[in-house]
């Protein structure tokens, strides 16, 4: 398993909320899993927070006695804390983990999923020297000794959900390592076509992982606690029914260069270490194709997709969802 704190929202989602068909085309789009993880490209680096310093070599998750018992707990702490401290928390803009306590010997672990190379990386692709994108876009779990009680408590929450049996907990781990190593896209964004309507894309980061991670130890046998209320933050986007566009061969390597011309431009507006007056010229000019041309291009299962954008357009949310039980 990838060795995993940051941002931090499918699969039970998928299942919970309704099946659009329109055309041709069954909504919400099912998440595409790979056989295996593919190679990390050197190109792509996690800046300035690492990922996982402290976390176990990938595939070794731990495993206990039978009959061993574990408290299961639901952690969330405000985005980039170590910065902010608990600013983004009052937009409920939280990270999500899981921790574990071993009764018998009394280890703590934490377990997160997140991006290797940062949110900002995930959601947004590089433009190249020679006009093409290249993304640097995958997530994994980690898991690390320890529970840092003040971080998941201070600004944010730690709360025992479940009581586990060790085979229940071997179980989850084995289902983490193959979780981990076909699911490795990071997806930032939700896409619906308008609040609390039918949903197009689903996103898969650290909130969705802890979701489907609880509904995978509901099944192995956890007793979850469903007195314990559980919010998670989602990134929005508000859409018509999205269009496909192609894959990045049949956009960039074919002969559709007005189209590809569209999205480099697009793209070109979300490069990091930009001077700030080109900053400032990029904000207004995503502004303008977003909002007022009502144009988003995202990028799902590795194909392209053109969002025609509605009002609301974006927005926060911080939903809840029941545990298992």
Request: net charge neutral; with cysteine; proline share 6%.
């Amino acid at each position: 398993m990838a060795a995993a704190t940051g941002f931090s929202v499918l699969a039970l989602a998928v299942i919970l909320l309704p099946l659009v068909q329109s055309g041709n085309q069954a909504w919400p789009m099912p998440y595409k899993r790979l056989a295996s993880r593919p190679p990390q490209n050197p190109y792509c680096q996690a800046g300035v927070v690492p990922f996982c310093p402290t976390g176990r070599a990938p595939n070794t998750m731990p495993h206990f006695k039978p009959t061993d018992q574990l408290y299961v707990y639901a952690m969330k702490a405000p985005v980039w804390e170590f910065k902010f401290g608990d600013r983004l928390a009052k937009y409920h803009i939280m990270h999500d983990a899981i921790g574990f306590h071993h009764v018998q010997s009394g280890a703590n672990f934490t377990m997160e999923w997140y991006e290797l190379y940062q949110l900002f990386n995930c959601t947004f692709a590089h433009v190249l020297k020679n006009d093409t994108l290249f993304w640097c876009n995958q997530g994994a779990a980690c898991i690390y000794n320890g529970i840092d009680e003040k971080h998941w408590k201070q600004n944010g929450t730690l709360v025992k959900v479940a009581d586990m049996s060790g085979d229940v907990f071997n179980q989850f781990a084995n289902w983490t390592e193959q979780d981990n190593n076909t699911g490795v896209y990071y997806e930032t964004w939700t896409v619906r076509s308008k609040p609390d309507g039918p949903l197009w894309f689903d996103s898969w980061e650290c909130a969705t992982w802890v979701i489907r991670a609880f509904a995978a130890m509901g099944k192995f046998g956890a007793k979850f606690d469903t007195s314990v209320h559980l919010n998670y933050t989602r990134m929005n986007i508000y859409s018509k029914e999205p269009v496909l566009l192609g894959n990045a061969s049949t956009i960039f390597n074919g002969t559709e260069k007005k189209l590809a011309n569209e999205v480099l431009k697009f793209y070109r507006l979300f490069q990091s270490h930009q001077s700030m007056p080109h900053l400032i010229e990029s904000m207004l000019a995503a502004f303008w194709e977003t909002v007022v041309e009502g144009k988003f291009y995202l990028f799902y299962n590795e194909q392209y997709w053109m969002l025609p954008i509605v009002q609301p357009h974006f927005k926060l949310t911080y939903e809840g969802y029941p545990l298992p039980g």
